[in-house]
């Protein structure tokens, strides 16, 4: 994707597809463990929507929309290929955990020091794709009219509707498990990872919050991780 218009183009060819049933990805799931790379592909494709959803939530962080787009394209096919429908969740829910670590790993290595707002950032995102002066930005909105007759917008491109249902059924199994750590595990995971709507911190941040050293930090992160992953699947 080069562009603006190659993402539209993009949009356009996703829009059109379904989530897969429960059994539909149980199907796939077995393929896959069997080596069957179409049915890695048939999963993937049909939970593109998530990682624009994803995407869309993380403009104005330092990495242009298409790179955050393609990072998690990538966590999406490695979700793909370690899924177990077992674990009783469904693959859009399994896979978001996947591709929010893969699009934060490109902006913590890649993005701007200094953020700028999420208008100005797609402004900067389209002037520079058509070659303009990136100096004197205007405001840009999401839902700002595209073509001739201004019928159209770059979010209507793509109709997410549908994810809210994976989205709920994704906090319920997020909040179970960091509900299911011990009091320090829980603090530590929701402080690191920033979860629950709070702001990233450091290890060393932590352990001056709980009065413990950095190594202590980083066993107790170690332990609830191994927790989640055993229990629930989930890897942060």
């Not at 209507?156 to 509900?179: P, Y």
Request: charged share 30%; aromatic share 6%; glycine share 6%.
């Amino acid at each position: 994707m080069n562009n603006s218009e190659s993402l539209n183009r993009y949009f356009k060819s996703i829009k059109d597809l379904n989530p897969l049933t429960r059994e539909q990805e149980r199907e796939l799931a077995v393929k896959i463990k069997a080596g069957d790379r179409n049915a890695i592909n048939s999963l993937v494709e049909h939970n593109l929507k998530i990682v624009v959803t994803i995407a869309n939530k993380n403009i104005g962080r330092g990495i242009e929309v298409d790179d955050l787009i393609q990072q998690g394209n990538i966590g999406l096919y490695e979700a793909a290929l370690r899924f177990d429908p077992d674990h009783g969740v469904k693959f859009a829910s399994f896979a978001r955990t996947r591709v929010l670590k893969m699009m934060n790993e490109l902006i913590d290595s890649c993005g701007r020091l200094v953020r700028i707002p999420v208008n100005q950032e797609y402004q900067r995102y389209l002037d520079i794709k058509e070659g303009k002066d990136v100096d004197n930005l205007k405001p840009v909105y999401l839902d700002q009219p595209l073509g001739e007759d201004g019928s159209d917008s770059l979010l209507s491109r793509i109709d997410l509707s549908e994810e809210s249902e994976d989205l709920s059924e994704e906090m319920r199994v997020l909040s179970k498990a960091i509900d299911s750590l011990e009091e320090k595990e829980r603090k530590v995971i929701t402080w690191f990872f920033g979860l629950e709507g709070n702001k990233k911190i450091t290890q060393i941040e932590i352990g001056k919050k709980l009065g413990v050293t950095n190594v202590t930090v980083g066993n107790i992160k170690k332990r609830a991780l191994s927790k989640l992953k055993r229990t629930y699947n989930l890897s942060l």
